[in-house]
Protein backbone atom coordinates (compact mmCIF):
# COMPACT_ATOMS: atom_id res chain seq x y z
CA UNK A 1 0.00 0.00 0.00
CA UNK A 2 3.47 2.06 0.92
CA UNK A 3 4.36 1.82 -2.47
CA UNK A 4 1.12 2.74 -4.53
CA UNK A 5 0.99 5.57 -2.26
CA UNK A 6 4.70 6.82 -3.03
CA UNK A 7 3.82 5.76 -7.12
CA UNK A 8 0.67 8.12 -6.75
CA UNK A 9 2.25 11.07 -5.29
CA UNK A 10 5.27 10.71 -7.34
CA UNK A 11 2.63 10.75 -10.59
CA UNK A 12 0.86 13.36 -8.69
CA UNK A 13 4.04 15.75 -8.41
CA UNK A 14 5.17 15.00 -11.55
CA UNK A 15 2.10 15.80 -13.11
CA UNK A 16 1.37 19.00 -11.11
CA UNK A 17 5.02 20.48 -11.88
CA UNK A 18 4.23 20.11 -15.53
CA UNK A 19 1.30 21.88 -14.94
CA UNK A 20 2.90 24.55 -13.21
CA UNK A 21 4.39 27.29 -15.40
CA UNK A 22 8.15 27.16 -14.80
CA UNK A 23 9.74 30.37 -12.62
CA UNK A 24 11.32 31.77 -16.06
CA UNK A 25 9.34 31.86 -18.94
CA UNK A 26 10.75 32.43 -22.78
CA UNK A 27 10.42 31.72 -26.45
CA UNK A 28 11.73 27.79 -25.88
CA UNK A 29 12.83 28.21 -29.87
CA UNK A 30 14.87 30.90 -29.31
CA UNK A 31 16.14 34.35 -30.63
CA UNK A 32 18.04 36.38 -33.88
CA UNK A 33 21.48 37.19 -32.62
CA UNK A 34 20.44 41.02 -33.76
CA UNK A 35 17.14 40.40 -32.20
CA UNK A 36 14.95 41.47 -29.02
CA UNK A 37 15.25 38.61 -26.05
CA UNK A 38 13.61 38.97 -23.21
CA UNK A 39 12.28 36.44 -20.47
CA UNK A 40 10.30 36.84 -17.65
CA UNK A 41 10.76 36.17 -14.38
CA UNK A 42 7.07 34.72 -12.66
CA UNK A 43 8.63 33.76 -9.22
CA UNK A 44 9.88 36.47 -6.65
CA UNK A 45 13.60 35.98 -6.98
CA UNK A 46 16.19 36.28 -4.06
CA UNK A 47 17.91 38.75 -6.20
CA UNK A 48 17.91 41.65 -8.48
CA UNK A 49 19.91 40.84 -11.32
CA UNK A 50 19.85 37.81 -13.76
CA UNK A 51 22.69 35.82 -15.67
CA UNK A 52 23.36 33.74 -18.24
CA UNK A 53 24.93 30.57 -18.80
CA UNK A 54 25.79 28.26 -21.59
CA UNK A 55 23.18 25.19 -21.59
CA UNK A 56 25.81 22.84 -19.90
CA UNK A 57 25.87 25.25 -17.51
CA UNK A 58 29.87 25.77 -16.99
CA UNK A 59 30.15 29.32 -18.19
CA UNK A 60 28.46 33.10 -17.32
CA UNK A 61 28.44 34.68 -20.61
CA UNK A 62 26.41 37.62 -19.49
CA UNK A 63 24.53 39.71 -16.26
CA UNK A 64 22.23 42.61 -16.10
CA UNK A 65 19.60 43.81 -13.95
CA UNK A 66 16.27 42.86 -13.64
CA UNK A 67 13.42 45.25 -14.36
CA UNK A 68 10.86 46.39 -11.95
CA UNK A 69 8.50 44.38 -10.34
CA UNK A 70 4.93 44.80 -12.92
CA UNK A 71 1.35 43.00 -11.98
CA UNK A 72 -0.23 41.64 -14.03
CA UNK A 73 -3.66 42.41 -14.70
CA UNK A 74 -4.84 38.72 -15.96
CA UNK A 75 -3.91 36.69 -12.92
CA UNK A 76 -2.11 37.25 -9.49
CA UNK A 77 1.55 37.08 -11.02
CA UNK A 78 3.89 39.79 -10.26
CA UNK A 79 6.85 39.56 -13.11
CA UNK A 80 10.20 40.38 -13.64
CA UNK A 81 11.50 41.09 -16.76
CA UNK A 82 15.05 40.38 -17.83
CA UNK A 83 15.83 41.88 -21.31
CA UNK A 84 19.30 40.20 -23.02
CA UNK A 85 18.75 42.38 -25.84
CA UNK A 86 22.16 43.14 -25.94
CA UNK A 87 23.64 39.77 -25.81
CA UNK A 88 24.18 38.27 -29.19
CA UNK A 89 26.47 35.32 -28.94
CA UNK A 90 25.28 32.14 -30.79
CA UNK A 91 24.71 29.11 -28.90
CA UNK A 92 22.66 27.52 -26.32
CA UNK A 93 22.04 29.34 -22.93
CA UNK A 94 19.93 29.36 -19.82
CA UNK A 95 18.38 32.31 -18.22
CA UNK A 96 19.79 32.30 -13.72
CA UNK A 97 18.45 33.99 -11.10
CA UNK A 98 19.55 33.45 -7.87
CA UNK A 99 17.18 31.01 -5.80
CA UNK A 100 14.84 29.81 -8.63
CA UNK A 101 15.06 27.05 -10.63
CA UNK A 102 17.09 27.83 -14.64
CA UNK A 103 14.89 28.33 -17.88
CA UNK A 104 14.51 26.66 -20.40
CA UNK A 105 17.51 25.90 -22.64
CA UNK A 106 17.16 28.24 -25.65
CA UNK A 107 19.24 28.75 -28.57
CA UNK A 108 20.34 32.34 -30.06
CA UNK A 109 21.16 31.98 -33.78
CA UNK A 110 20.01 33.40 -37.33
CA UNK A 111 17.22 31.38 -38.63
CA UNK A 112 16.15 30.56 -35.63
CA UNK A 113 12.44 30.57 -36.53
CA UNK A 114 12.99 28.15 -39.44
CA UNK A 115 12.08 25.27 -37.20
CA UNK A 116 8.52 27.10 -36.39
CA UNK A 117 8.43 27.94 -40.07
CA UNK A 118 8.46 24.32 -41.44
CA UNK A 119 6.71 22.34 -38.76
CA UNK A 120 3.33 24.49 -38.79
CA UNK A 121 3.46 24.47 -42.48
CA UNK A 122 3.94 20.53 -42.04
CA UNK A 123 1.50 20.27 -40.09
CA UNK A 124 -0.88 20.71 -42.53
CA UNK A 125 0.03 17.62 -44.63
CA UNK A 126 -0.88 15.79 -41.55
CA UNK A 127 -3.85 16.94 -41.42
CA UNK A 128 -4.82 15.36 -44.95
CA UNK A 129 -8.09 13.65 -45.97
CA UNK A 130 -7.87 10.70 -47.93
CA UNK A 131 -4.34 9.90 -48.51
CA UNK A 132 -1.80 7.46 -46.77
CA UNK A 133 1.10 9.22 -44.76
CA UNK A 134 3.99 7.29 -45.33
CA UNK A 135 7.07 6.87 -43.24
CA UNK A 136 9.28 8.93 -45.52
CA UNK A 137 7.04 11.64 -45.18
CA UNK A 138 5.20 11.35 -42.10
CA UNK A 139 8.09 9.74 -39.91
CA UNK A 140 5.86 7.94 -36.99
CA UNK A 141 3.43 9.74 -37.40
CA UNK A 142 2.54 7.79 -40.70
CA UNK A 143 -0.80 6.15 -40.96
CA UNK A 144 -3.32 4.85 -43.55
CA UNK A 145 -5.49 7.15 -45.63
CA UNK A 146 -8.73 8.60 -44.08
CA UNK A 147 -12.01 9.26 -45.06
CA UNK A 148 -11.81 8.70 -49.21
CA UNK A 149 -15.12 11.03 -49.70
CA UNK A 150 -15.35 9.23 -52.94
CA UNK A 151 -19.60 8.38 -52.53
CA UNK A 152 -20.57 11.52 -50.52
CA UNK A 153 -24.24 12.19 -50.22
CA UNK A 154 -26.42 15.31 -50.98
CA UNK A 155 -27.82 15.98 -47.42
CA UNK A 156 -31.84 16.87 -47.85
CA UNK A 157 -31.03 20.27 -46.89
CA UNK A 158 -28.91 20.80 -50.21
CA UNK A 159 -30.96 18.89 -52.71
CA UNK A 160 -31.82 20.39 -56.02
CA UNK A 161 -33.62 19.55 -59.00
CA UNK A 162 -31.10 18.26 -60.80
CA UNK A 163 -29.47 16.70 -57.52
CA UNK A 164 -31.86 14.66 -55.06
CA UNK A 165 -31.45 13.90 -51.67
CA UNK A 166 -29.01 11.15 -51.56
CA UNK A 167 -27.58 11.84 -54.85
CA UNK A 168 -23.74 10.58 -54.47
CA UNK A 169 -20.56 12.25 -55.99
CA UNK A 170 -17.36 12.29 -55.22
CA UNK A 171 -15.55 15.50 -52.85
CA UNK A 172 -12.11 13.83 -52.08
CA UNK A 173 -8.85 15.81 -50.88
CA UNK A 174 -8.48 18.50 -48.20
CA UNK A 175 -7.72 19.09 -44.85
CA UNK A 176 -9.26 17.81 -41.84
CA UNK A 177 -10.03 21.21 -40.46
CA UNK A 178 -9.60 20.70 -36.60
CA UNK A 179 -9.55 17.84 -33.85
CA UNK A 180 -12.19 16.14 -35.73
CA UNK A 181 -12.81 14.66 -39.53
CA UNK A 182 -15.10 17.16 -41.24
CA UNK A 183 -14.25 20.07 -43.88
CA UNK A 184 -15.61 23.32 -43.64
CA UNK A 185 -15.58 25.77 -46.81
CA UNK A 186 -15.89 28.31 -44.12
CA UNK A 187 -13.07 27.78 -42.19
CA UNK A 188 -11.09 27.27 -44.99
CA UNK A 189 -11.97 30.54 -46.44
CA UNK A 190 -9.12 32.27 -44.38
CA UNK A 191 -6.92 29.80 -43.71
CA UNK A 192 -6.60 29.68 -47.62
CA UNK A 193 -6.62 33.69 -47.84
CA UNK A 194 -3.80 33.64 -44.93
CA UNK A 195 -1.14 31.07 -46.29
CA UNK A 196 -1.77 32.25 -49.89
CA UNK A 197 -0.87 36.11 -48.32
CA UNK A 198 2.19 34.58 -47.38
CA UNK A 199 3.65 33.27 -50.16
CA UNK A 200 2.46 36.80 -51.81
CA UNK A 201 4.27 38.72 -49.41
CA UNK A 202 7.78 36.36 -48.88
CA UNK A 203 7.66 34.38 -52.22
CA UNK A 204 11.78 34.13 -52.19
CA UNK A 205 11.81 33.03 -48.36
CA UNK A 206 8.75 30.19 -49.30
CA UNK A 207 10.23 29.28 -52.44
CA UNK A 208 12.90 27.89 -50.83
CA UNK A 209 11.51 26.22 -47.87
CA UNK A 210 10.98 22.58 -47.95
CA UNK A 211 9.21 20.42 -45.85
CA UNK A 212 9.56 17.10 -47.75
CA UNK A 213 5.94 16.84 -48.89
CA UNK A 214 5.26 14.18 -51.40
CA UNK A 215 5.21 17.11 -53.58
CA UNK A 216 8.78 18.21 -52.29
CA UNK A 217 11.47 18.90 -55.87
CA UNK A 218 8.40 19.30 -57.92
CA UNK A 219 9.25 22.91 -59.02
CA UNK A 220 6.51 24.84 -57.02
CA UNK A 221 6.85 25.74 -53.48
CA UNK A 222 5.93 23.59 -50.80
CA UNK A 223 3.19 25.82 -49.37
CA UNK A 224 1.80 26.28 -52.22
CA UNK A 225 1.90 22.59 -53.09
CA UNK A 226 0.40 22.16 -49.81
CA UNK A 227 -2.24 24.69 -50.35
CA UNK A 228 -3.37 23.02 -53.86
CA UNK A 229 -4.36 20.05 -51.92
CA UNK A 230 -6.74 21.57 -50.17
CA UNK A 231 -7.87 23.94 -53.43
CA UNK A 232 -8.56 20.78 -55.18
CA UNK A 233 -10.75 19.82 -52.64
CA UNK A 234 -12.92 23.34 -52.50
CA UNK A 235 -13.61 22.77 -55.85
CA UNK A 236 -15.27 19.43 -56.05
CA UNK A 237 -17.44 21.76 -52.96
CA UNK A 238 -19.18 23.45 -55.94
CA UNK A 239 -22.39 22.62 -57.96
CA UNK A 240 -21.95 23.26 -61.39
CA UNK A 241 -25.15 23.84 -61.88
CA UNK A 242 -25.55 26.76 -60.27
CA UNK A 243 -22.00 28.04 -59.09
CA UNK A 244 -23.46 27.63 -55.17
CA UNK A 245 -21.09 26.24 -52.72
CA UNK A 246 -21.92 23.46 -50.13
CA UNK A 247 -21.50 25.05 -46.87
CA UNK A 248 -19.57 21.23 -45.72
CA UNK A 249 -18.54 17.65 -45.83
CA UNK A 250 -19.43 15.97 -42.56
CA UNK A 251 -20.05 13.12 -40.57
CA UNK A 252 -23.29 14.11 -39.21
CA UNK A 253 -21.84 13.37 -35.90
CA UNK A 254 -18.83 13.44 -34.62
CA UNK A 255 -16.35 10.54 -35.58
CA UNK A 256 -15.25 9.11 -31.63
CA UNK A 257 -11.39 8.66 -30.35
CA UNK A 258 -10.38 6.70 -33.72
CA UNK A 259 -7.85 7.05 -36.56
CA UNK A 260 -9.16 9.03 -39.88
CA UNK A 261 -10.62 6.04 -41.90
CA UNK A 262 -11.95 3.52 -39.12
CA UNK A 263 -15.48 4.63 -39.47
CA UNK A 264 -17.33 3.89 -42.23
CA UNK A 265 -20.60 6.71 -41.32
CA UNK A 266 -22.34 8.38 -44.02
CA UNK A 267 -20.59 11.65 -45.12
CA UNK A 268 -22.58 14.31 -46.65
CA UNK A 269 -22.76 17.85 -47.86
CA UNK A 270 -24.70 20.38 -46.62
CA UNK A 271 -27.29 23.47 -47.41
CA UNK A 272 -24.98 25.86 -49.57
CA UNK A 273 -24.88 29.61 -47.88
CA UNK A 274 -23.72 32.68 -49.37
CA UNK A 275 -20.63 33.03 -46.81
CA UNK A 276 -19.24 29.68 -48.23
CA UNK A 277 -19.95 31.04 -51.81
CA UNK A 278 -18.63 34.26 -51.09
CA UNK A 279 -15.32 32.54 -49.21
CA UNK A 280 -15.10 30.42 -51.84
CA UNK A 281 -15.20 33.35 -54.72
CA UNK A 282 -12.42 34.87 -52.72
CA UNK A 283 -10.00 32.05 -52.54
CA UNK A 284 -10.38 30.95 -56.46
CA UNK A 285 -9.66 34.59 -57.49
CA UNK A 286 -6.91 35.05 -55.31
CA UNK A 287 -5.47 31.58 -56.44
CA UNK A 288 -5.79 32.25 -60.03
CA UNK A 289 -3.66 35.10 -59.31
CA UNK A 290 -0.97 33.13 -57.02
CA UNK A 291 -0.81 30.18 -59.70
CA UNK A 292 -0.58 31.68 -62.90
CA UNK A 293 3.05 31.88 -62.13
CA UNK A 294 2.80 28.19 -62.40
CA UNK A 295 0.93 27.93 -65.29
CA UNK A 296 3.30 24.95 -66.92
CA UNK A 297 3.25 23.45 -63.85
CA UNK A 298 -0.81 22.92 -63.66
CA UNK A 299 -1.90 24.08 -66.87
CA UNK A 300 -5.65 25.27 -66.76
CA UNK A 301 -5.82 26.14 -62.96
CA UNK A 302 -5.60 29.27 -63.25
CA UNK A 303 -8.70 29.86 -65.46
CA UNK A 304 -10.31 27.04 -63.65
CA UNK A 305 -10.13 28.43 -60.74
CA UNK A 306 -11.50 32.35 -61.97
CA UNK A 307 -14.41 30.86 -63.59
CA UNK A 308 -15.20 29.02 -60.09
CA UNK A 309 -14.73 32.50 -58.89
CA UNK A 310 -17.05 34.16 -60.89
CA UNK A 311 -19.84 31.47 -60.87
CA UNK A 312 -19.43 31.17 -56.81
CA UNK A 313 -19.85 35.28 -57.15
CA UNK A 314 -22.83 35.16 -59.24
CA UNK A 315 -24.73 32.80 -57.38
CA UNK A 316 -23.86 35.05 -54.27
CA UNK A 317 -25.88 37.88 -56.26
CA UNK A 318 -28.48 35.52 -56.52
CA UNK A 319 -28.51 34.49 -53.65
CA UNK A 320 -27.35 37.79 -51.35
CA UNK A 321 -28.55 36.35 -47.68
CA UNK A 322 -28.87 33.07 -47.65
CA UNK A 323 -27.34 32.10 -44.08
CA UNK A 324 -26.29 28.57 -42.43
CA UNK A 325 -28.32 28.28 -39.61
CA UNK A 326 -27.29 24.40 -38.36
CA UNK A 327 -30.50 24.80 -35.58
CA UNK A 328 -32.85 25.61 -37.99
CA UNK A 329 -31.84 23.17 -40.49
CA UNK A 330 -31.84 20.20 -38.36
CA UNK A 331 -35.72 21.16 -37.41
CA UNK A 332 -36.82 20.21 -41.03
CA UNK A 333 -33.79 17.65 -42.68
CA UNK A 334 -32.40 14.79 -41.36
CA UNK A 335 -30.00 13.39 -40.15
CA UNK A 336 -29.75 16.22 -38.00
CA UNK A 337 -26.23 17.37 -38.44
CA UNK A 338 -24.25 18.17 -35.04
CA UNK A 339 -20.75 18.91 -36.30
CA UNK A 340 -18.82 22.68 -36.42
CA UNK A 341 -21.45 24.96 -37.80
CA UNK A 342 -19.50 27.93 -38.70
CA UNK A 343 -23.03 29.82 -39.02
CA UNK A 344 -22.37 33.62 -39.63
CA UNK A 345 -25.35 36.24 -39.79
CA UNK A 346 -23.18 39.18 -40.88
CA UNK A 347 -22.22 38.53 -44.55
CA UNK A 348 -20.58 42.40 -45.32
CA UNK A 349 -17.03 41.27 -44.53
CA UNK A 350 -17.34 38.48 -47.36
CA UNK A 351 -18.66 40.38 -49.68
CA UNK A 352 -16.03 42.76 -49.21
CA UNK A 353 -13.08 40.56 -49.48
CA UNK A 354 -14.20 38.32 -52.54
CA UNK A 355 -15.31 41.95 -54.12
CA UNK A 356 -11.39 42.98 -53.46
CA UNK A 357 -9.71 39.62 -54.49
CA UNK A 358 -11.84 39.39 -57.80
CA UNK A 359 -10.82 42.91 -58.70
CA UNK A 360 -7.25 42.66 -58.06
CA UNK A 361 -7.13 39.38 -59.82
CA UNK A 362 -9.07 40.61 -62.83
CA UNK A 363 -8.96 44.17 -62.85
CA UNK A 364 -12.06 44.91 -62.88
CA UNK A 365 -13.65 47.11 -59.93
CA UNK A 366 -17.25 46.76 -61.01
CA UNK A 367 -17.52 43.65 -57.93
CA UNK A 368 -17.29 46.49 -55.55
CA UNK A 369 -20.22 48.37 -57.37
CA UNK A 370 -22.57 45.83 -56.36
CA UNK A 371 -24.87 46.87 -53.33
CA UNK A 372 -23.80 44.23 -50.84
CA UNK A 373 -20.13 45.59 -50.91
CA UNK A 374 -19.49 48.07 -48.19
CA UNK A 375 -17.46 51.30 -49.47
CA UNK A 376 -14.88 50.47 -46.72
CA UNK A 377 -13.76 47.74 -44.11
CA UNK A 378 -13.82 47.15 -40.40
CA UNK A 379 -10.17 47.32 -39.48
CA UNK A 380 -10.02 44.52 -36.97
CA UNK A 381 -8.11 41.30 -36.19
CA UNK A 382 -9.55 39.18 -39.23
CA UNK A 383 -11.12 35.74 -37.54
CA UNK A 384 -13.27 33.00 -39.37
CA UNK A 385 -16.58 35.13 -39.56
CA UNK A 386 -14.86 38.43 -40.02
CA UNK A 387 -12.30 38.34 -43.13
CA UNK A 388 -12.72 42.14 -44.78
CA UNK A 389 -9.42 42.27 -43.29
CA UNK A 390 -7.99 39.99 -46.11
CA UNK A 391 -9.77 41.92 -48.56
CA UNK A 392 -7.73 44.89 -46.99
CA UNK A 393 -4.76 43.19 -47.03
CA UNK A 394 -5.01 42.24 -50.57
CA UNK A 395 -6.11 46.12 -51.40
CA UNK A 396 -2.92 47.92 -50.17
CA UNK A 397 -0.70 45.44 -51.63
CA UNK A 398 -2.36 46.04 -55.10
CA UNK A 399 -3.35 49.55 -54.79
CA UNK A 400 -3.34 50.63 -58.06
CA UNK A 401 -5.76 47.99 -59.45
CA UNK A 402 -8.19 50.45 -57.33
CA UNK A 403 -7.37 53.81 -58.08
CA UNK A 404 -10.47 55.59 -59.42
CA UNK A 405 -12.95 52.52 -57.69
CA UNK A 406 -15.11 53.83 -55.25
CA UNK A 407 -12.23 51.74 -52.57
CA UNK A 408 -10.78 54.18 -50.84
CA UNK A 409 -6.94 52.87 -50.22
CA UNK A 410 -5.87 56.10 -48.23
CA UNK A 411 -8.09 55.67 -45.95
CA UNK A 412 -7.83 51.88 -45.48
CA UNK A 413 -3.76 52.44 -44.93
CA UNK A 414 -4.59 54.75 -42.29
CA UNK A 415 -7.01 53.22 -40.44
CA UNK A 416 -4.84 50.03 -40.74
CA UNK A 417 -1.91 51.91 -39.20
CA UNK A 418 -4.03 53.79 -36.74
CA UNK A 419 -5.09 50.48 -35.53
CA UNK A 420 -1.57 49.00 -35.55
CA UNK A 421 -0.79 51.87 -32.99
CA UNK A 422 -3.39 50.69 -31.02
CA UNK A 423 -1.88 47.20 -30.98
CA UNK A 424 1.47 48.48 -29.57
CA UNK A 425 0.03 51.00 -27.23
CA UNK A 426 -1.91 48.25 -24.95
CA UNK A 427 -1.22 44.78 -24.38
CA UNK A 428 0.17 42.69 -21.44
CA UNK A 429 3.19 44.72 -19.66
CA UNK A 430 3.99 41.91 -17.37
CA UNK A 431 4.81 39.65 -20.29
CA UNK A 432 5.49 42.88 -22.43
CA UNK A 433 3.57 41.71 -25.24
CA UNK A 434 0.89 42.71 -27.59
CA UNK A 435 -1.19 39.90 -26.90
CA UNK A 436 -3.43 41.06 -23.81
CA UNK A 437 -4.95 44.29 -25.40
CA UNK A 438 -8.39 43.41 -22.88
CA UNK A 439 -9.74 40.05 -21.61
CA UNK A 440 -11.50 39.82 -24.99
CA UNK A 441 -8.39 38.36 -26.71
CA UNK A 442 -8.33 35.13 -24.29
CA UNK A 443 -11.12 33.53 -26.25
CA UNK A 444 -11.47 30.30 -27.54
CA UNK A 445 -8.02 29.90 -29.80
CA UNK A 446 -6.47 33.17 -28.22
CA UNK A 447 -2.83 31.81 -29.60
CA UNK A 448 -4.65 32.60 -33.15
CA UNK A 449 -5.66 35.88 -31.44
CA UNK A 450 -2.05 36.49 -30.87
CA UNK A 451 -0.90 35.54 -34.04
CA UNK A 452 -3.51 36.91 -36.30
CA UNK A 453 -2.60 40.38 -34.42
CA UNK A 454 1.57 39.70 -35.33
CA UNK A 455 0.00 39.17 -38.99
CA UNK A 456 -1.63 42.19 -38.96
CA UNK A 457 1.22 43.95 -37.28
CA UNK A 458 3.52 42.90 -39.75
CA UNK A 459 1.85 43.96 -43.02
CA UNK A 460 1.39 47.37 -41.44
CA UNK A 461 5.53 47.35 -41.17
CA UNK A 462 5.49 46.02 -45.02
CA UNK A 463 3.30 49.18 -45.26
CA UNK A 464 5.31 52.20 -42.74
CA UNK A 465 8.63 50.63 -41.90
CA UNK A 466 7.83 51.40 -38.03
CA UNK A 467 10.02 48.82 -36.49
CA UNK A 468 7.89 49.26 -33.34
CA UNK A 469 5.03 47.37 -35.20
CA UNK A 470 7.72 44.72 -36.18
CA UNK A 471 9.13 44.44 -31.88
CA UNK A 472 5.15 43.60 -31.31
CA UNK A 473 4.76 41.32 -34.01
CA UNK A 474 7.76 39.42 -32.29
CA UNK A 475 6.14 39.48 -28.85
CA UNK A 476 3.42 37.46 -29.58
CA UNK A 477 5.36 35.00 -31.05
CA UNK A 478 7.76 35.42 -28.06
CA UNK A 479 3.92 34.87 -26.39
CA UNK A 480 3.02 31.55 -27.91
CA UNK A 481 6.34 30.18 -28.02
CA UNK A 482 6.27 30.01 -24.42
CA UNK A 483 6.66 33.89 -22.78
CA UNK A 484 3.27 33.27 -21.12
CA UNK A 485 1.76 32.97 -17.96
CA UNK A 486 1.44 29.26 -18.73
CA UNK A 487 5.08 29.03 -19.45
CA UNK A 488 4.08 26.35 -22.17
CA UNK A 489 5.50 26.49 -26.10
CA UNK A 490 1.50 25.85 -28.03
CA UNK A 491 3.17 24.96 -30.73
CA UNK A 492 3.41 20.36 -30.39
CA UNK A 493 7.25 19.25 -30.57
CA UNK A 494 8.63 22.46 -30.24
CA UNK A 495 10.66 23.64 -27.01
CA UNK A 496 10.86 21.59 -23.62
CA UNK A 497 7.51 22.13 -22.46
CA UNK A 498 4.89 21.99 -25.16
CA UNK A 499 1.38 20.25 -25.25
CA UNK A 500 1.19 16.29 -24.69
CA UNK A 501 -2.71 15.46 -25.03
CA UNK A 502 -4.33 17.93 -27.64
CA UNK A 503 -7.62 17.66 -28.62
CA UNK A 504 -7.09 16.12 -32.08
CA UNK A 505 -8.11 12.33 -32.91
CA UNK A 506 -5.18 11.37 -34.83
CA UNK A 507 -2.95 12.15 -32.04
CA UNK A 508 -4.98 10.30 -29.24
CA UNK A 509 -5.75 7.75 -31.53
CA UNK A 510 -2.72 6.50 -33.04
CA UNK A 511 -0.10 4.94 -29.88
CA UNK A 512 2.15 7.63 -29.89
CA UNK A 513 3.31 9.91 -26.85
CA UNK A 514 4.19 12.66 -28.55
CA UNK A 515 1.14 14.77 -30.40
CA UNK A 516 1.68 15.25 -34.20
CA UNK A 517 4.02 18.21 -34.46
CA UNK A 518 3.44 21.24 -35.44
CA UNK A 519 -0.09 21.94 -34.27
CA UNK A 520 -0.86 25.14 -32.76
CA UNK A 521 -3.11 24.89 -29.45
CA UNK A 522 -5.91 27.23 -28.60
CA UNK A 523 -4.58 28.50 -25.58
CA UNK A 524 -6.19 30.35 -22.54
CA UNK A 525 -9.84 30.36 -22.53
CA UNK A 526 -11.66 31.25 -19.39
CA UNK A 527 -14.70 30.66 -21.12
CA UNK A 528 -14.08 27.07 -20.59
CA UNK A 529 -16.84 25.20 -22.38
CA UNK A 530 -15.61 22.23 -22.88
CA UNK A 531 -16.23 21.92 -18.54
CA UNK A 532 -13.22 20.07 -17.90
CA UNK A 533 -10.94 20.51 -14.94
CA UNK A 534 -8.41 23.27 -15.15
CA UNK A 535 -6.17 23.51 -12.69
CA UNK A 536 -5.79 27.70 -13.07
CA UNK A 537 -8.51 29.50 -14.05
CA UNK A 538 -7.06 33.32 -13.89
CA UNK A 539 -7.69 34.87 -17.37
CA UNK A 540 -4.25 34.09 -19.07
CA UNK A 541 -3.67 30.73 -16.97
CA UNK A 542 -6.98 28.98 -18.21
CA UNK A 543 -5.38 26.47 -20.15
CA UNK A 544 -5.41 22.70 -19.84
CA UNK A 545 -3.07 19.94 -21.60
CA UNK A 546 -5.67 17.77 -21.27
CA UNK A 547 -7.55 15.89 -24.26
CA UNK A 548 -11.02 16.64 -23.43
CA UNK A 549 -10.51 20.28 -23.27
CA UNK A 550 -11.28 21.28 -26.82
CA UNK A 551 -12.08 24.73 -25.56
CA UNK A 552 -7.89 25.39 -24.62
CA UNK A 553 -6.48 22.49 -26.51
CA UNK A 554 -7.46 21.61 -29.19
CA UNK A 555 -5.79 22.63 -32.88
CA UNK A 556 -7.58 24.20 -36.23
CA UNK A 557 -6.47 25.05 -39.69
CA UNK A 558 -7.41 28.73 -38.94
CA UNK A 559 -5.13 29.05 -36.24
CA UNK A 560 -1.96 27.36 -37.94
CA UNK A 561 -2.09 29.69 -40.88
CA UNK A 562 -1.45 32.90 -39.27
CA UNK A 563 1.81 31.05 -37.28
CA UNK A 564 2.89 30.00 -40.61
CA UNK A 565 2.78 33.96 -41.90
CA UNK A 566 4.34 35.27 -38.95
CA UNK A 567 7.24 32.24 -38.18
CA UNK A 568 7.70 32.96 -42.11
CA UNK A 569 7.69 36.83 -42.05
CA UNK A 570 10.09 36.85 -38.83
CA UNK A 571 12.77 35.31 -40.31
CA UNK A 572 12.29 37.18 -43.69
CA UNK A 573 12.24 40.64 -41.93
CA UNK A 574 14.75 40.33 -38.95
Given amino acids: MKSNLLILSLFITTITCYAQAPAIVLNQCGFNPAGTKIAVVTYSPASEDFYILTADKKDTVYRAMLQAPIQSVYSSTINRIADFSNFKKTGSFVVCVKGI ?229 NKHFAPVISTGAYGDKSLSDEWFWAAVELSATTGNTSYLSNSHVPSNANISIPTWNKVDMLGVYTALKYTSVFTGSKLNTTKLRSDMLAFANTLTSGGNAAFKTAMGQSPRDFVWGSNAVAMNQSMFLLKAYLLAGNKTYFEAALSNLDYVLGRNATGYCFVTGIGNKSPLHIHHRPSEADGIDEPVPGLLAGGANPGKQDKCYYPFTAVETSYTDEECSYASNEIAINWNAPLVYVAGGINVLQ
Fill in 101 to 329: PPSPAFAIQKNVFNTVSTASLKAFYYQRSDITLEEKYAGKWKRPAGHPDTNVLIHPSAASAKKAAGYMFASPGGWYDAGDYNKYIVNSGITMGTLMSAYEDFPDYYQALSINIPETGNGVPDILNEVLYNLRWMLTMQDKDDGGVYHKCTNASFDGKVMPGVTKAPRYVVQKSTAAALDFAAVMAQAARVYKKFESKFPGLTDSCIKAAESAWQWSVNNAAVVYNQEEM
